[in-house]
């Protein structure tokens, strides 16, 4: 179980992107941006399945995890030496990026800038937590989108709320919680809730709200989503 804000990095070490690109051939969008029919979904680049996308959706959609952040720092080290709890002070909200993290994200901008990508977002949305708001930031400043673009913030791209069991390790659930990890064992992953918590599927039904809302003003658009690692996951079975 992986408190707020300390999933590990994938297996490159960089920044989750899934893209949604629509096939043109439908009916002009009222913003102009272009046309949408049919669709794709890729990782990293490649083509995973194609995917329906409905009216309004935006021309192409990048789904982006933060880069690493001190919190996936110290629960590495937690995990590591076998510690119940991730040493970690303050709000979660206010976790920042490592500087590995801060690289990361000034790397996928220059991605963007030297043309990998078919085109850069005209829109970005971003989780209000600090390390997402600083990857989208750095990922602006390296001209992954243009200087004037605004960086949108929406509460309901914030992290999976992991309630009583925020800030332990496995160790630290099974010692001071034994039931919610019976719980969770029972039950899997995305049903279980933990109390002040939410499950997976909490978190999709708020995704399900924010995509509504970006199909009804971002449709035709090249919008960027930038959140966490359960967010991207959950955008991905959605």
Not at 63 to 70: D, I, K, L
Not at 76 to 93: N, S
Not at 107 to 133: C, D, K, M, T
Not at 191 to 203: A, F, I, L, M, T
Request: charged share 25%.
């Amino acid at each position: 179980h992986a408190p707020a804000g300390r999933a590990r990095q994938d297996v490159a070490g960089q920044p989750w992107v899934e893209t949604g690109k629509v096939k043109p051939g439908g009916a002009t969008l009222p913003c102009g941006h272009c046309q949408r029919k049919g669709a794709s979904l890729r990782r990293a680049g490649s083509v995973a399945k194609g995917i329906f996308m409905p009216k309004g959706w935006p021309d192409t959609l990048w789904v982006v995890r933060h880069g690493e952040s001190a919190g996936n720092v110290a629960r590495d080290f937690a995990y590591q030496q076998g510690l119940a709890r991730i040493d970690l002070t303050g709000r979660d909200v206010d976790v920042p990026l490592s500087e590995l993290g801060r690289q990361q994200a000034g790397a996928l901008g220059r991605w963007f800038a030297q043309g990998h990508e078919e085109g850069r977002p005209n829109v970005v949305i971003a989780s209000p937590y600090l390390r997402a708001q600083e990857t989208a930031r750095l990922f602006r400043d390296a001209g992954g989108c243009p200087a004037d673009t605004r960086i949108h913030l929406d509460e309901r791209l914030r992290e999976k709320e992991f309630g009583i069991l925020d800030g332990l390790t496995g160790l630290g659930i099974r010692a001071e919680h034994p039931q919610q990890a019976e719980l969770r064992a029972s039950l899997g992953k995305f049903y279980h809730r933990p109390p002040g918590g939410e499950s997976w599927c909490d978190v999709i039904f708020r995704l399900r709200a924010l995509m509504d809302t970006v199909g009804l003003h971002h449709g035709g658009c090249r919008v960027m989503i930038v959140a966490h690692q359960v967010v991207v996951l959950c955008l991905h079975k959605k």
